[in-house]
Structure formats: structure tokens, C-alpha cells
Nanobody, 119 residues
Framework: EVQLVESGGGLVQPGGSLRLSCKASGFTYSPFSSSAMSWVRQAPGKGLEWVSG????????IYADSVKGRFTISRDNSKNMLYLQMNNLKTADSARYYCATGLSGSGVRGPGTQVTVSE
């Protein structure tokens, strides 16, 4: 059973940075490296928003327009880890962030980590 655990969230001022991490386990039938991964987020009272995805293999990344140029997704397949470097954070980025299997974020998700951007 695939399990994902996010960490790295917190309170940061606008313009600040955070790095989210996601530890993956339970990839019994195929390695972590063979799975596309993604980050999604959900702000209070809003629906789930896809943020970024990274392909298997060479890890080609894709981003939502709202975070392009500010966020960077990466993975370390040797450690079964997924990351999201978030720079120049805005109050609109405040949400609970989840890593997920699959490129669209519709697969298995972890419990999430809270990011709050506020003065």
C-alpha cells in the first residue's frame, strides 16, 4: 500500500520561501521512480487545486500558471522523496498542500502539510 507523508509547511511572510517534502513508501510492485507525482493544494472553503507535477523517468516538470516561475518541483528517486520549493510566496498560496501519485494529483494522497502566508 502506497503511503505519502508531507512535511515542511509553516507560517511565512509574503515574499518568503518554504520547501515542502514528501516521503513515499509502499511502492511494492513498481519503484517510486516509475510513478509520476504531483502536488495539489486546498485552501479553506475552496476545492482542490493542482499545483505541479513531475513525470517519471527524467522527471520533466509542469506547473499551474499561478505558481510558474515561483515554485520548483523535484524528486530524489534514491530516497523516495518528492519536493516542492516555493519562493516569493503570496497570501493566495495559503492552503493545505498534499503530494499525490500520478501527474494530475488524482491518485493516492498524503495527510498534507499546512502553509500559511501572512504578515
Amino acid at each position: 500500500e502506497v503511503q505519502l507523508v508531507e512535511s515542511g509547511g509553516g507560517l511565512v511572510q509574503p515574499g518568503g520561501s518554504l520547501r515542502l517534502s514528501c516521503k513515499a513508501s509502499g511502492f511494492t510492485y513498481s519503484p517510486f521512480s516509475s510513478s509520476a507525482m504531483s502536488w495539489v493544494r486546498q485552501a479553506p472553503g475552496k476545492g482542490l487545486e493542482w499545483v505541479s507535477g513531475i513525470n517519471r523517468g527524467n522527471g520533466a516538470p509542469i506547473y499551474a500558471d499561478s505558481v510558474k516561475g515561483r515554485f520548483t518541483i523535484s524528486r530524489d528517486n534514491s530516497k523516495n522523496m518528492l519536493y516542492l520549493q516555493m519562493n516569493n510566496l503570496k497570501t493566495a498560496d495559503s492552503a493545505r498542500y498534499y503530494c499525490a501519485t500520478g501527474l494530475s494529483g488524482s491518485g493516492v494522497r498524503g495527510p498534507g502539510t499546512q502553509v500559511t502566508v501572512s504578515e
